[in-house]
């Protein structure tokens, strides 16, 4: 019987289902029927990192599904990803150069965009010295997209104004790795998911931030009656759906309850003595320094963080406290973590307390056990924290303070010695201080929305685009009009996601390629040619050397061959990354040294992590399975004593409400891919604010009435949603919405964590009001 | 029954209320123009309550433009969801699919139209 085209897309759409349930790739001959060539390639949406299956007909993008072959997701994708094809083709994708002239964006060609660019950067840098030009890029950039950039910066003008907005994000996961362990990124795997016995949810709403992840833990508990999870979260997420115990603190007292979490096992005896006398060492800070103690000087710390304590402080019942204690010790447990520690003035502290955790339990290194913070964006951990594209840092381990890491890089870029400067440069929120009082002359911002996602939103957003004599001067790189820019002075249409060719790194390592299947509209280009013409100008006006990156860059194949050059004999260790192989390979996990090296689940462990086998961290002494933190001082990762201390802006009569922000399954960050679905757009048309029932009748406020929500340095206006999620007292906002009454960034604070810069998007105090 | 939670994608399935916002720039309204399909189908990897997989596929099998199908595994069953545009085949996803008592999560694996 002939299958006409309905039979053959409904026939196609089961197989697609049936080979996803049962992990196997779909049948050849429905694939050979089609007139579509499947391509594998990788979502762009969270740092899950979703392995995919684009179909592409006449260069279009027609079809996205997930793809069953991929080792971690297994063919699951979420709604977002899905909608990737019409994001593709959306009427409004910027097209042509523009450029603001009399206060109007006019099209421009790209020679005149670029020649405009060359000139201004050209000329900031002569008048005022390399500081006075900037680089705000992306955890969505691309590796190669932003290697190239950090090298532009640091290594060819001299200045480490590079930063990115990870800051926003990931920082204080970062800061909690290197000082708890030596260096950053997680040691365990998305495999541990499937030996665990007990999931610590912290501050994540995986269900819909990380929903592939989630299930993968769903399925693990309905598979095991004993697999049982605890969430900590003053909101009542959806991941409280599948909670044994949730443990809901006062947002911002989190840290009592950690280590009152300590407190019970130390006195239980329920830690692992061998492992804490191998491996591990603890510290204070005192006078401002650390301070070496030993484990009893540990178990006296936590004395004043009795359960009943960290009740007083958090407002979590002592006995839940000791009955995660309790299950998190008997685990195997794994740590999930993301923004409700991290984006916090005390996220490293936080970070260090998950780990101290699992170091003093001994469960780290193995199935089943490890702390893994997610990352909110694709390409946060491969493009941004690993090639180095921050202030502080340069690629793969090392650090502008570090002269040997300086002269290391100055070396492989072939940059003159002395050009990386020794001292950081400006981290987020001091560059776009900076930028306010015109310090910072020239800024190119870079596949993000700053316009939109910078906490305390007003005072920068005037400083990227309020008329003034001196104003800087802003480039912005994009794919759709934002409220970004809308504040620029340049804007260049880049090429999106399967438009271009290039590297993701995302949350477990493991770094995946992703090909150029489908033609960027109009005269839009990909981000990285971009970049060379970038480098190309300034070679040419001599604020760079002649052929800095002209003479030995000019492929991002070419960039990718220099970066797996700059990891060798680090931590990070991919020589053994091919472009080749990442073509045929579903991603592979860093360290993997050699072309023949099948990539790291588990880092640190003997017989799993080749940095112990070979290069400056080898041990031979270590037998199979023995665990060695090469990168941390001494060898031995660090328990930190940390105080228990509140957020920056306790509430108070004035303000007495807590305001914390988030995300919603359908949108992503502020919305600038996801509101050109339709289908999507319409799951979340409009902002809410969640308010408890309690708060809402003392405030009379009724569902859908506008609220005016106000704190310190704004307000937003936006409709109520009564709902028991957020605790008595507490609010919360997704921040994905971009009309200006829904801009909750306006309201939020930008004090941020001293040590990782990390803003604290998720506590400030606001004052509410029926509008 | 053992009450379970409604799932989408792994989250709690909710009433989502509210009309189409007028956007600033308002380039989105035209956002389909590209692409505004006559025919989409869906198909859909759905977690199930095990004890409640015959009634839940004798459930999705009565609901217009929908089809349940045998996976060969006690808690996930598939469901193809025919529609006459994005639009309808995802508010048969949100608004019917994931209504059905025992219908725990509901993950659309495949989208395909003409």
């Given at each position: 019987?002939?299958?006409?085209?309905?039979?053959?897309?409904?026939?196609?759409?089961?197989?697609?289902?049936?080979?996803?349930?049962?992990?196997?790739?779909?049948?050849?001959?429905?694939?050979?029927?089609?007139?579509?060539?499947?391509?594998?390639?990788?979502?762009?949406?969270?740092?899950?990192?979703?392995?995919?299956?684009?179909?592409?007909?006449?260069?279009?993008?027609?079809?996205?599904?997930?793809?069953?072959?991929?080792?971690?997701?297994?063919?699951?994708?979420?709604?977002?990803?899905?909608?990737?094809?019409?994001?593709?083709?959306?009427?409004?994708?910027?097209?042509?150069?523009?450029?603001?002239?009399?206060?109007?964006?006019?099209?421009?060609?790209?020679?005149?965009?670029?020649?405009?660019?060359?000139?201004r950067f050209a000329d900031s840098i002569r008048k005022h010295g390399p500081d006075s030009v900037a680089y705000y890029g992306s955890g969505q950039a691309l590796s190669e997209e932003s290697y190239l950039a950090n090298r532009i910066f640091k290594g060819g003008i001299g200045t480490n104004n590079v930063e990115g907005n990870p800051r926003l994000c990931m920082a204080s996961a970062v800061g909690g790795y290197v000082s708890t362990f030596g260096k950053d990124e997680p040691m365990g795997c998305y495999d541990d998911i499937d030996h665990a016995k007990v999931f610590f949810l912290?501050?994540?709403?995986?269900?819909?931030?990380?929903?592939?992840?989630?299930?993968?833990?769903?399925?693990?508990?309905?598979?095991?009656n004993d697999v049982l999870v605890i969430v900590c979260d003053p909101r009542k997420s959806p991941v409280t759906s599948i909670a044994d115990i949730h443990l809901d603190p006062v947002p911002g007292y989190d840290l009592a309850v950690f280590h009152a979490m300590a407190h019970v096992i130390v006195k239980e005896k329920k830690y692992d003595a061998d492992f804490i006398a191998k491996q591990c060492q603890f510290k204070i800070v005192e006078n401002g320094r650390p301070k070496k103690v030993d484990f009893e000087g540990y178990v006296k710390f936590l004395d004043q963080y009795s359960p009943e304590q960290a009740e007083l402080i958090s407002g979590v019942p002592a006995q839940k406290i000791v009955e995660a204690a309790r299950l998190f010790a008997n685990g195997p447990t794994m740590t999930f973590w993301t923004m409700g520690l991290n984006q916090r003035t005390r996220g490293v502290w936080a970070n260090n307390l998950m780990h101290?955790?699992?170091?003093?339990?001994?469960?780290?290194?193995?199935?089943?056990?490890?702390?893994?913070?997610?990352?909110?964006?694709?390409?946060?951990?491969?493009?941004?924290?690993?090639?180095?594209?921050?202030?502080?840092?340069?690629?793969?381990?090392?650090?502008?303070?570090?002269?040997?890491?300086?002269?290391?890089?100055?070396?492989?870029?072939?940059?003159?010695?002395?050009?990386?400067?020794?001292?950081?440069?400006?981290?987020?929120?001091?560059?776009?201080?900076?930028?306010?009082?015109?310090e910072i002359k020239a800024m190119l911002i870079l596949t993000t929305n700053p316009g939109q996602s910078l906490p305390n939103l007003t005072p920068y957003r005037d400083a990227m685009g309020k008329a003034r004599p001196g104003k800087p001067f802003i480039v912005v790189l994009d794919i759709f009009p934002t409220r970004t820019t809308e504040l620029a002075d340049v804007i260049l249409p880049a090429a999106m996601w399967s438009e271009k060719l290039g590297v993701f790194g995302m949350s477990e390592r493991r770094y995946q390629y992703q090909p150029a299947l489908v033609t960027p509209p109009g005269e839009a280009r990909p981000d990285l040619e971009i970049l060379l013409d970038f480098a190309g100008l300034l070679e040419e006006r001599g604020v760079i050397p002649k052929g800095y990156v002209s003479s030995k860059l000019k492929t991002c194949d070419d960039v990718w061959n220099e970066m797996r050059h700059a990891s060798k004999n680090t931590a990070y260790d991919f020589m053994g990354m091919t472009r080749d192989r990442l073509k045929k390979e579903r991603g592979i996990r860093w360290p993997a040294p050699t072309i023949d090296h099948p990539g790291t689940a588990r880092r640190f462990v003997k017989g799993e992590d080749p940095i112990l086998d070979h290069g400056p961290y080898a041990d031979d002494s270590l037998n199979e399975g023995d665990i060695k933190f090469y990168a941390a001082k001494d060898y031995r990762a660090t328990v930190w004593l940390r105080p228990a201390l509140g957020p920056?802006?306790?509430?108070?009569?004035?303000?007495?409400?807590?305001?914390?922000?988030?995300?919603?399954?359908?949108?992503?960050?502020?919305?600038?891919?996801?509101?050109?679905?339709?289908?999507?757009?319409?799951?979340?048309?409009?902002?809410?604010?969640?308010?408890?029932?309690?708060?809402?009748?003392?405030?009379?406020?009724?569902?859908?009435?506008?609220?005016?929500?106000?704190?310190?340095?704004?307000?937003?206006?936006?409709?109520?949603?009564?709902?028991?999620?957020p605790r008595v007292g507490m609010v919360f906002v997704p921040w994905c919405w971009e009309d200006t009454n829904s801009l909750i960034n306006r309201v939020t604070i930008d004090a941020y964590d001293p040590g990782s810069k990390q803003p604290e998007f998720k506590i400030c105090a606001v004052k509410l009001a029926k509008a | 029954m053992q009450a379970q939670p409604k799932t989408e994608g792994g989250i709690l399935f909710e009433e989502r209320v509210g009309q189409?916002?007028?956007?600033?720039?308002?380039?989105?309204?035209?956002?389909?123009?590209?692409?505004?399909?006559?025919?989409?189908?869906?198909?859909?990897?759905?977690?199930?309550?095990?004890?409640?997989?015959?009634?839940v596929c004798e459930c999705i099998d009565s609901l217009p433009g929908m089809e349940s199908f045998s996976l060969g595994e006690r808690g996930r069953v598939g469901v193809l969801i025919e529609a006459g545009s994005f639009d309808q085949a995802h508010q048969r996803l949100q608004e019917e699919l994931l209504q059905v008592e025992g219908v725990q999560a509901a993950w659309p694996i495949s989208t395909q139209w003409e």
């Open positions: 019987m002939a299958m006409n085209r309905r039979d053959f897309l409904r026939t196609s759409a089961m197989a697609a289902v049936a080979s996803v349930a049962e992990g196997k790739a779909l049948a050849s001959s429905t694939l050979e029927s089609s007139e579509v060539t499947w391509h594998k390639s990788v979502c762009r949406f969270c740092g899950t990192g979703c392995g995919v299956m684009l179909g592409i007909r006449d260069k279009k993008l027609v079809a996205l599904r997930g793809d069953p072959k991929h080792p971690t997701t297994k063919g699951l994708v979420c709604a977002k990803s899905l909608f990737l094809p019409k994001i593709v083709h959306a009427p409004d994708r910027l097209k042509h150069p523009m450029i603001r002239k009399n206060g109007k964006f006019v099209q421009a060609s790209w020679d005149e965009a670029m020649k405009l660019i060359g000139d912290v501050g994540s709403n995986t269900a819909e931030c990380h929903p592939v992840i989630f299930d993968q833990i769903l399925a693990r508990k309905e598979a095991h101290n955790l699992h170091l003093i339990t001994g469960q780290i290194g193995k199935p089943g056990m490890t702390p893994f913070s997610l990352t909110g964006q694709p390409n946060a951990c491969g493009g941004v924290r690993d090639t180095g594209s921050l202030c502080h840092i340069l690629p793969y381990g090392r650090s502008v303070k570090k002269a040997k890491h300086r002269a290391e890089m100055e070396k492989i870029w072939g940059a003159k010695p002395g050009t990386i400067k020794p001292k950081p440069g400006k981290n987020t929120i001091e560059m776009f201080r900076a930028l306010g009082r015109n920056a802006e306790p509430v108070d009569k004035e303000y007495p409400y807590i305001l914390s922000t988030g995300r919603v399954l359908e949108h992503w960050h502020t919305g600038t891919m996801t509101m050109r679905a339709p289908e999507l757009k319409r799951a979340y048309p409009e902002a809410y604010i969640e308010i408890n029932p309690v708060d809402a009748k003392k405030l009379g406020l009724r569902n859908r009435d506008m609220v005016r929500i106000t704190s310190r340095r704004g307000e937003a206006l936006i409709k109520a949603r009564i709902t028991g999620m | 189409e916002t007028s956007s600033r720039r308002d380039p989105r309204k035209d956002v389909d123009a590209s692409t505004k399909p006559s025919y989409v189908v869906v198909g859909v990897l759905c977690r199930v309550f095990p004890p409640l997989m015959g009634e």
